[in-house]
């Protein structure tokens, strides 16, 4: 189904928990093969994960939402630089979230 999407022809590609149900090797391998995929494409990529860890490296543009609010988005580079990395900032507002 991953690839059914990506060779679409189309500006926008919306991807659900892509990874859901593959283990890690295969994610690893899938991964991979799409920043090489990717790298040369005018095409943007859309993934819902809870597996921040293991994608990181593919977003170049985070949004973090809660309850259907963005609560933190921005350039992963700049947000990287201000609060660590992706899964850092997935932990500390999501934490914050079960608090409550």
């Known amino acids: 189904m991953l690839l059914l999407c990506l060779s679409r022809e ?14 890690v090797l295969s994610r690893e391998q899938i991964i991979e093969g799409l920043i090489d995929f990717l790298e040369d494409r005018e095409q ?6 809870h597996e921040i860890h293991e994608v990181e490296g593919l977003f170049d543009y985070a949004v973090f939402i809660d309850r259907g609010r963005v609560i ?3 350039e992963t580079e700049a947000l990287r630089a201000e609060h660590g ?4 900032i997935f932990k ?3 934490k914050r979230r079960l608090k409550r």
Do not use: A, C, K
């Open 44 to 49: 943007t990529i859309l993934i819902s994960t």
């Open 92 to 94: 500390t507002f999501y």
């Open 85 to 88: 990395s992706l899964r850092d």
């Open 72 to 74: 933190l988005s921005g």
């Open 10 to 23: 189309v500006p926008l590609v919306i991807l659900d928990e892509p990874f859901l149900g593959i283990d």
